[in-house]
Every structure is written in structure tokens, then in C-alpha cells.
């Protein structure tokens, strides 16, 4: 086996969002289990960002990985486009069973490719029915994936930069970003809804935002009246509201779905990351019977002309049901872990350098003062300290912010916090 060289990096692999030369080399890892990461020297680091963000109910859930094992005893993959199986019929039924009026899911193999097929499906609606509807409303700060249409809904900046002329244009409306203390919210808010309504006069096929919280963006949060508002100018304007749960489903904002305790209900629903509770990649696309029946008939031009190899892989699908049974059993996990957090941000916030904190279901965010941007170097310096503490965390820049799984107990939660006490105490000492 080839060995890393001495600065840590091994010479064939070619991590994401990770530059050699800015930062640490990625570090050998040898297992996880539940909360904890163990390093292949011995180190134990408690997985405060979920790896980054799938990892429901902790690393090596037994009872997920046994129904991939099952699964693999019996059916390992087959050609979506001519068969059906049972887990994908089943994951179908359990999920759809969640979303009133979304009864149909296309299944895709990431987060990224399961907002393409929601944009996609938009498009050719609007396609089907004349062709009117061209244009496509995202929020500024979004991110909704790094495939090419998925860029082009998202904010525009040094990671889309090189593809700028290959992307299609979009029309921005502000995201009234808040958080606890913000007395500018509801001004933020009508002067969003201004700018969408006035975006909102060319005709538009499809809006498309993250419920309650923008991810990457900063752990950017709004309010659900403000989604509500949006929903509806959205259909009153005759357009389709697609909501990215890529990040925000599966129990991560204090209920199953965003949307769910935003109180919206979308047209169509991009959905990945938790969907298999972190095992395997898989996304899925969910659209009413309507829209559906819209790529009904026998003419050519009515097929979705989109798939992928593992579409609706038996493995990734098992893993999903299993996933979803563990948050249904257990609902306490996803709708109390708010309310634990809580006393802890409270108490990290009385520090001066802790800005603008913020807390929705299994995500405490806040700032850090005197700094700003995604690319600022203090947030590789908290990682680095934090490392050195028994926490792994990977702030957005100056945006600090713990996702841990939604199994971590009391006593973890509090090392975690405890942690992040003690290297803002370092910071602001050497400030």
C-alpha cells in the first residue's frame, strides 16, 4: 500500500474542497462509532459536523448496516429504467406518505443531482406547456450543488467562477438571514418580498430555496412566515416552489422535513445527505401526480430524459428504509436535541467574540467577531484547536456551528461545547 509522503498527503488522492498547501493534510482515519471518530493512531474525535452532514444516528449504526447486508444477499443493483424492486416500492411508500400532494419520487444518486432533476422537471413542465415560463428565481447566498445546474441556482463566486460562461442565467432574490437579537428582521423580510414580487412579473418556471436554513451558505436561518409569504407570491404567480432538503431533511431542523415545521408545502422536493442516514449515496426528487402525469403519453417528448447507473440502488434503499425507521421510532432524537442546545449556545454566546448565534433543530451557529468570509483562515485555526481537544468540527470560515448525530448523549453535547468554550477563550486572549 502506498504510504502518505512526509507532509501528510498521499500521491494519488485528490480530496474535495481541500487544498494542499492551505491547511492540514487529511488525516488517516480507522473507524467510527456513533459519535466518535477514531484515528488510525488512537486518537478519538467526536464528529461534530456529522461528516459533513449525513450522518443521522451515528457512524456503524448496527441495524442500518444489517439491512445492507441483507440486501446484499439478495439483490445487489439492477437497471432501474426496466425493473422495480421492493425496497425502492417501499422507501416510495414510506416517504411519500410524509409529503401530502408528493406522491411521485425519482431517485438520483446525490443532493447535487436531485436539485438538477427538480430544475430539470421544472423546465420541461414549463417546455411541455408552451414555453413561456424561461425563467429560474434562487436566493443570494444559496448553495445547492456543484454539477452544473446546480451551480447556476446557487451563489455566484471563486467556486463557480471558472464556468461562469457555461452557466444559465438566474434571477436573485435577497435571504433575510437571521438570528437571535436581530431587530432588522421583519424590515430584512418585506424588503425580500418586494424584490421576489417584482422578480416574479417575468414569467417564471420554478423558485427554488432551502427551507429554514441555507447550509453552506453560513448556516444562514428564516423564519417559516417568511417561507410562507414566499410560497405564496410562488403560486400565485403560477410558478413551481422547489425546496433543497438535501441538508434539511431527515430530522436535522427539529422535524422530519423543513418544510414540514416551516409550514410550506413545495411542488418539488430535493432530498439526500440523511435520506440513508449516511451509508450510501442516494437522492431522491419528489413531484406531485400532477406534474407527473404532465410526462404522460405516447409521444417522445414526453419522457424525463434523465438517469443514472445506480438509480434506485437495492443497497442505498434498504439503507433509507432502515434510516427512516430508526427516526420514526425514536422522534425524540431529531424534536428535543433543540432544547439541549439551547442552555449550551446560551452560555457560549456571553463571550465577546460570539456573534450572531442561531439554533434550528440539531444546528447551533454562530460568528465569529472581526472576521468574515468563507475563505478566512480563523476557521482552519478553530479546527485546528478543537482537533487538539477531541472535537472535529469544519467551520464555514468565520461561521462556527455544530451538527453533531442525532444520537449524541448529554455528556457529548457538553464536551463539545466545552471544547468550543475553551479555544474561543484562546482566541480572544491572543486578540
Not at 467526536?46 to 457512524?59: A, M, P
Not at 444562514?220 to 425546496?243: D, E, K, N, S
Not at 434503499?317 to 430508526?326: D, N
Not at 456551528?401 to 491572543?430: G, T, W
Request: aromatic share 8%.
Amino acid at each position: 500500500m502506498t504510504e502518505a509522503n512526509s507532509s501528510g498527503w498521499h500521491p494519488h488522492l485528490w480530496h474535495p474542497f481541500t487544498q494542499p498547501g492551505r491547511g492540514p493534510a487529511p488525516l488517516p482515519i480507522k473507524r467510527g462509532d456513533g459519535v466518535w471518530l477514531e484515528l488510525e493512531d488512537g486518537r478519538r474525535l467526536i464528529d461534530g459536523i456529522s461528516s459533513w452532514w449525513v450522518t443521522l444516528h451515528g457512524h456503524s449504526e448496527p441495524s442500518i448496516a444489517a439491512a445492507i447486508a441483507r440486501q446484499a444477499e439478495t439483490l445487489e443493483q439492477v437497471i432501474f429504467a426496466n425493473f422495480r424492486h421492493q425496497p425502492a416500492t417501499e422507501l416510495s411508500e414510506r416517504v411519500c406518505a410524509l409529503w401530502p400532494g408528493l406522491e411521485r419520487m425519482f431517485f438520483s444518486d446525490n443532493g447535487s443531482t436531485a436539485v438538477e432533476v427538480a430544475i430539470k422537471m421544472a423546465l420541461q413542465r414549463s417546455w411541455r406547456q408552451g414555453g413561456q415560463r424561461h425563467q429560474v428565481i434562487a436566493f443570494d447566498g444559496a448553495y445547492h450543488g456543484d454539477t452544473f445546474g446546480a451551480m447556476a441556482v446557487g451563489e455566484r463566486g471563486l467556486f463557480s467562477a471558472p464556468f461562469e460562461p457555461k452557466l444559465f442565467e438566474v434571477a436573485r432574490a435577497p435571504w433575510p438571514a437571521t438570528w437571535w437579537g436581530d431587530d432588522a428582521c421583519e424590515h430584512k423580510e418585506q424588503q425580500a418580498l418586494s424584490q421576489l414580487e417584482q422578480l416574479l412579473e417575468t414569467p417564471t418556471a420554478a423558485v427554488i430555496l432551502e427551507p429554514l436554513l441555507q447550509g453552506a451558505g453560513g448556516m444562514a436561518m428564516v423564519r417559516p412566515t417568511f417561507l410562507q409569504a414566499v410560497q405564496q407570491r410562488v403560486h400565485q404567480a403560477g410558478a413551481l416552489l422547489i425546496a433543497d432538503e438535501v441538508l434539511t431533511g431527515f430530522g436535522r431542523c427539529g422535524a422530519l422535513f423543513a418544510s414540514l415545521r416551516a409550514g410550506i408545502t413545495p411542488d418539488l422536493v430535493a432530498l439526500s445527505k440523511g435520506l440513508t442516514g449516511g451509508f450510501l449515496p442516494m437522492g431522491v426528487t419528489l413531484a406531485s401526480e400532477e406534474l407527473y402525469q404532465q410526462f404522460v403519453g405516447p409521444e417522445p417528448e414526453c419522457t424525463f430524459f434523465h438517469g443514472h447507473s445506480f438509480t434506485a440502488n437495492p443497497l442505498g434503499c434498504a439503507a433509507a428504509v432502515a434510516s427512516l425507521e430508526l427516526l420514526q421510532a425514536r422522534p425524540e432524537r431529531f424534536s428535543s436535541i433543540e432544547a439541549r442546545h439551547r442552555p449550551q449556545l446560551e452560555r457560549l454566546a456571553s463571550q465577546a467574540i460570539v456573534q450572531r448565534p442561531r439554533l434550528l433543530g440539531s444546528i447551533a451557529a454562530f460568528e465569529l467577531a472581526g472576521a468574515s468570509g468563507y475563505l478566512q483562515p480563523i476557521g482552519l485555526e478553530v479546527q485546528r484547536l478543537c482537533l487538539g481537544k477531541g472535537l472535529f468540527v469544519r467551520p464555514l470560515g468565520s461561521v462556527v456551528y455544530l451538527m453533531p448525530p442525532l444520537c449524541i448523549n448529554d455528556q457529548e453535547l457538553e464536551h463539545c461545547y466545552a471544547v468550543l468554550n475553551d479555544v474561543l477563550e484562546q482566541l480572544s486572549a491572543r486578540a
